[in-house]
């Protein structure tokens, strides 16, 4: 019983920056994972990266490393995806979502936010 609400997204040009917001409701997200995910047009749902809310451990996505980081802000129960040398090929939907730790599917999803970068 957690609602995610993103936000941040727009249009920039290749080299740019963008930092995304998730903002979660309804239910603590303490021994909780939260991931970010994307979804270009034609294509499948990816992951992108995922911070483990009590520890701040972070994982990321070959194609994003060194170039996004995720973080956390406890007391906003807020989780960011900060995004530099933004290239055309991030251009996509970008959805947060959380799972309990040690559960491999991610069950609860945000509506989405567009990032498009422009060549």
């Known amino acids: 019983q957690v609602q995610l609400v993103e936000s941040g997204g727009g249009l920039v040009q290749a080299g740019g920056s963008l930092r995304l917001s998730c903002a979660a409701s309804?239910?603590?997200?303490?021994?909780?994972?939260v991931g970010w995910f994307r979804q270009a047009p034609g294509k499948e749902r990816d992951f992108v990266a995922s911070?483990?809310?009590?520890?701040?451990?972070?994982r990321y996505a070959d194609s994003v490393k060194d170039r996004f980081t995720i973080s956390r802000d406890n007391a906003k129960n807020t989780v960011y995806l900060q995004m530099n040398s933004l290239r055309p090929e991030d251009t996509a939907v970008y959805y947060c979502?959380?799972?309990?730790?040690?559960?491999?599917?991610?069950?609860?999803w945000g509506q989405g936010t567009q990032v498009t970068v422009s060549s």
């Open positions: 979502a959380t799972r309990r730790f040690g559960v491999s599917v991610y069950n609860y």
């Open positions: 309804g239910r603590t997200v303490s021994s909780h994972v």
């Open positions: 911070i483990d809310w009590n520890s701040g451990s972070a």
